[in-house]
T-cell receptor, first 116, second 115 residues
Framework: GENVEQHPSTLSVQEGDSAVIKCTYS??????FPWYKQELGKRPQLIID?????GEKKDQRIAVTLNKTAKHFSLHITETQPEDSAVYFC???????????????FGKGTKLSVIP | NAGVTQTPKFRVLKTGQSMTLLCAQD?????MYWYRQDPGMGLRLIHY???????AKGEVPDGYNVSRLKKQNFLLGLESAAPSQTSVYFC??????????????FGPGTRLTVL
């Protein structure tokens, strides 16, 4: 199966600064790379995703970049706000999970704290 | 649309007891999943289903069974609960989009404690 690692596990930034979270994966055939945000006590929700034919995708203050050669993708949050405080999970989808299953393998998460 | 709902929200069991967690979705999604979330472990896939009447094992299936008799429902059963099954359980669903991976929509979670 897919091996997924996220770094860092915790991240504290001052409000207005940028935050970057990196996710490395093992399956070179992975073709879908989403990021989920989970606020305390809430359900995970998709915030941005990218497919293997695209190198970068941006949505307002968040962006995801993909380096398929190095097998990693990163979440970038600019102009951080207190409401960005949450746990963020990467969840690449590898073909070793089974072509018809669309299984995601979640990283262990990064706890982001934005200090006002 | 209610999206993905889970019943119950909280439950406390004694070791050896059984229970069933119910997941329902009203989005006509083909795929449904059960995850467990433990501190520092992220979400781990227990079982999943690619359509009505079909189920398959995920990463951590031992001690759990599932059934998908109706497209909108996905049931997770614990036959003999153990303290190691204390966790938060999330159900999720996703649509079939021409075999392209897409967003998984999560339910609110069930917090289970096994004493």
């Amino acid at each position: 199966g897919e091996n997924v690692e996220q770094h860092p596990s915790t991240l504290s930034v001052q409000e207005g600064d940028s935050a970057v979270i990196k996710c490395t994966y093992s399956d070179s055939a992975s073709n879908y790379f989403p990021w989920y945000k989970q606020e305390l006590g809430k359900r995970p929700q998709l915030i941005i995703d990218i497919r293997s034919n695209v190198g970068e995708k941006k949505d307002q203050r968040i962006a995801v970049t993909l380096n398929k050669t190095a097998k990693h993708f990163s979440l970038h949050i600019t102009e951080t706000q207190p409401e960005d405080s949450a746990v963020y999970f990467c969840a690449p989808r590898g073909l070793s999970s089974g072509a018809g299953s669309y299984q995601l393998t979640f990283g262990k998460g990064t706890k982001l704290s934005v200090i006002p | 649309n209610a999206g993905v709902t889970q019943t119950p929200k909280f439950r406390v069991l004694k070791t050896g007891q059984s229970m069933t967690l119910l997941c329902a979705q009203d989005m006509n999604h083909e795929y449904m999943y059960w995850y467990r979330q433990d501190p520092g472990m992220g979400l781990r896939l227990i079982h999943y289903s690619v359509g009505e009447g079909t189920t398959a094992k995920g990463e951590v299936p031992d001690g759990y069974n599932v059934s998908r008799l109706k497209k909108q429902n996905f049931l997770l059963g614990l036959e003999s609960a153990a303290p190691s099954q204390t966790s938060v359980y999330f159900c999720a669903s996703s649509p079939l989009l021409s075999r392209i991976p897409s967003e998984q929509f999560f339910g609110p979670g069930t917090r289970l404690t096994v004493l």
